[in-house]
């Protein structure tokens, strides 16, 4: 489900990140909720999908409407790697 | 030894040939003839998931495959008979639980995502009722169906559901079926999850 060069904002709170999701719909952002992979959230964490093409506007409409994740993650071959900047959230 | 060519078919169609041919086979070997690229990719991944054993020559354009007759699924399911059969999964609705229906959308979602994580794959998924819902257009789980569909899950949705729901011509993944195939896979299979 994840691609290589993907980027996934995680949330630990369900009603953030439905309305996360809402509001990127809403700017038309192609973007996927996913249940978190488990290698980076234990328990039944909440990631938005989205390619590296749409990073900007993505988090831009993050940011502006105060829905921001606890972290973003990055796939590289099997493995998600955290980036700085955007998060904490949650 | 049984060939079957598989040449110029369209994922997935490839693997679902392939899956038929081991059930029929008895336990022989098979030897099948594909295309480059995601048909023989699908089909090895979708073999070697069974726990057959794949041998490959390269053949007319394209390449053999030899299939070992036995995999270990069907080497488990032999020793233990209360799991004979092929499992099944019932989705017959486009939520899960009887909460909110936000809620259960997501969850229905979620579980059916998750699905592509789990070693072991149902044989079929059956989609009725609602469910008709997430193999037509505008689902978010056209993408995760197919990728399921390559690995040898046979997505199969309702006729009269997806007609009730004027969404016959919308259909975007797998086929349609009938109430025949769906209650005779439920008193047949071995296993028969609804979520």
Do not use: W
Not at chain 2, 134 to 145: F, P, W
């Amino acid at each position: 489900m994840v691609k290589d060069g993907d980027l996934l904002a995680v949330f630990n709170s369900i009603h953030r990140v439905l309305k996360a999701e809402k509001e990127l719909k809403a700017r038309g952002l192609p973007i996927l909720l996913i249940p978190a992979p488990r290698s980076i959230s234990a328990d039944c964490g909440l990631a938005i999908r989205y390619a590296p093409e749409e990073r900007l506007l993505v988090e831009k409409a993050m940011a502006e409407s105060d829905l921001l994740p606890v972290e973003i993650y990055v796939k590289r071959g099997e493995e998600y790697v955290k980036m700085q900047g955007l998060g904490t959230g949650g | 030894m049984q060939t079957i060519d598989c040449r110029n078919m369209a994922c997935p169609l490839p693997v679902v040939t392939v899956k038929r041919a081991l059930e029929g086979a008895g336990g022989e070997s098979i030897r099948v003839l594909l295309d480059d690229g995601a048909p023989r990719e699908n089909v090895i991944r979708f073999a070697a998931g069974r726990g057959y054993r794949v041998s490959e020559e390269i053949a007319d354009g394209g390449y053999a495959l030899v299939i070992d007759g036995v995999g270990s699924a069907e080497a488990e399911d032999a020793a233990n008979p209360r799991k004979s059969g092929p499992a099944v999964i019932l989705v017959a609705s486009d939520r899960l639980g009887d909460g909110p229906e936000e809620l259960g959308r997501l969850l229905m979602k979620n579980f059916l995502i998750t699905l592509l994580d789990l070693q072991k794959l149902p044989d079929r998924i059956f989609f009725v009722n609602t469910g008709v819902l997430l193999t037509t257009e505008g689902s978010e789980l056209l993408g995760a169906l197919e990728q399921l569909g390559n690995r040898g899950v046979e997505i199969l949705s309702c006729g009269v559901c997806l007609d009730y729901f004027q969404r016959k011509d919308k259909l975007s993944v797998g086929q349609v079926t009938n109430m025949f195939t769906i209650a005779d896979a439920l008193l047949t299979s071995g296993e028969v999850i609804r979520p």
